[in-house]
């Protein structure tokens, strides 16, 4: 699908290119804290079959632009994607997280995956993309995302939400060939659905690495970097995906801006425990930087989301290269007027004078 956005701010920060003013958009920008959103949730019944059917994925990934100036559209969709299409039975329900029913016990578990066809067997969220690009109209740009194969395999492997990751950690130290298995097999399978959603009509792919950031320095690298750097020479290769910017964010991470600088992708996420100018300083203007308000302070009044706005805009400093995020997923509770107060709080903070 061809066009540009109108609106293109997103687009030429993360080619650290010059803006007008520093654009923004937010981590679950479509979810609970939005009442429209929790009715659109109602109507699909539950939330597997909000994000498998485009017309009420479209719809839901519409609604923050509706109320709130934001720079750009993410797909609505989850993360878990993938492994719910190589038939681990995936579940999700309100308040306790998500769930297989079918997780990865043993190398002969790994042995029976395959790699999924992004057409047959996400097709739905390939159709989503394309629904939403003409919804857009090119107003703003489409955000497609996965989750990072190492994400994946912790759930994958764990079979639900977990604190302490024991049984992922077990098999990378006591049986590192099955997870370099796994590991690779979803390296491939991430990369072939990102390019769908690239040749779908996404306008920037991101990869949300969430528990990157549990393991070791040296474990880092090898079972979560490494993928993740696999993921984006697949992309390099394809002749639409590679014209297509990639967001890399490891919540967590901000020791590994360097090398994950190194690795291919043309922004890097921070979360709000990395300062921004230290965040500059460590990948040497390398790539853009993208974030990083704490979600939470999104529970203050608006003259405090204000002044931390502001915070976070001088702590990047000038020159291009900035997208304003917060440093993860926007809270159930939160007030969606002090989401609109701080997107405004951006554009008119960050405006650069003719």
């Known amino acids: 699908m061809t066009g540009s956005p109108r609106n293109d701010r997103l687009i030429r920060a993360l080619k650290r290119e010059p803006v007008d003013c520093t654009p923004v958009w937010i981590m679950r920008q479509a979810g609970r804290y939005l009442p429209e959103y929790r009715a659109s949730r109602e109507r699909a019944g539950d939330f597997l079959t909000l994000c498998k059917t485009p017309e009420l994925a479209c719809e839901v990934t519409m609604q923050p632009l509706a109320r709130f100036d934001l720079d750009a559209a993410i797909l609505f969709s989850d993360i878990l994607t993938i492994p719910d299409a190589m038939g681990l039975g995936l579940s999700l329900h309100e308040g306790e997280g998500p769930r297989f029913a079918r997780p990865i016990n043993s190398k002969a578990d790994v042995d029976s995956l395959g790699v999924p066809d992004p057409e047959d067997d996400l097709g739905y969220v390939l159709e989503a993309v394309r629904v939403i690009r003409h919804e857009l109209a090119d107003r703003v740009p489409l955000i497609g995302f996965s989750g990072s194969p190492w994400t994946l395999a912790t759930y994958m492997v764990e079979g639900r939400s977990t604190r302490d990751f024991a049984k992922i950690k077990n098999m990378i130290y006591r049986e590192a060939p099955a997870a370099q298995?796994?590991?690779?097999?979803?390296?491939?399978?991430?990369?072939?659905?990102?390019?769908?959603?690239?040749?779908?009509?996404?306008?920037?792919?991101?990869?949300?690495?969430?528990?990157?950031?549990?393991?070791?320095?040296?474990?880092?690298?090898?079972?979560?970097?490494?993928?993740?750097?696999?993921?984006?020479?697949?992309?390099?290769?394809?002749?639409?995906?590679?014209?297509?910017?990639?967001?890399?964010?490891?919540?967590?991470?901000?020791?590994?801006?360097?090398?994950?600088?190194?690795?291919?992708?043309?922004?890097?996420?921070?979360?709000?425990?990395?300062?921004?100018?230290?965040?500059?300083?460590?990948?040497?203007?390398?790539?853009?930087?993208?974030?990083?308000?704490?979600?939470?302070?999104?529970?203050?009044?608006?003259?405090?989301?204000?002044?931390?706005?502001?915070?976070?805009?001088?702590?990047?400093?000038?020159?291009?290269?900035?997208?304003?995020?917060?440093?993860?997923?926007?809270?159930?509770?939160?007030?969606?007027?002090?989401?609109?107060?701080?997107?405004?709080?951006?554009?008119?903070?960050?405006?650069?004078?003719?």
Request: charge should be negative; include cysteine; charged fraction near 15%.
């Open 181 to 354: 298995k796994l590991l690779g097999l979803l390296s491939q399978s991430v990369g072939l659905y990102l390019k769908a959603q690239a040749r779908a009509g996404a306008q920037v792919l991101m990869v949300f690495d969430t528990w990157g950031g549990v393991l070791g320095h040296a474990e880092y690298r090898e079972f979560s970097l490494d993928p993740m750097a696999q993921v984006l020479s697949e992309l390099q290769s394809d002749p639409i995906a590679s014209k297509v910017p990639t967001i890399v964010f490891t919540k967590g991470g901000g020791q590994w801006l360097p090398q994950i600088a190194s690795i291919g992708c043309d922004a890097i996420g921070c979360d709000w425990t990395t300062s921004l100018a230290q965040a500059r300083l460590a990948v040497k203007d390398q790539v853009a930087l993208q974030g990083n308000l704490d979600p939470a302070i999104l529970y203050a009044s608006p003259e405090r989301i204000r002044s931390a706005v502001a915070e976070v805009l001088a702590d990047f400093g000038s020159g291009p290269g900035h997208v304003f995020n917060l440093g993860h997923g926007v809270t159930p509770g939160v007030n969606p007027d002090h989401v609109k107060v701080l997107v405004d709080a951006v554009h008119e903070l960050s405006v650069i004078s003719p």
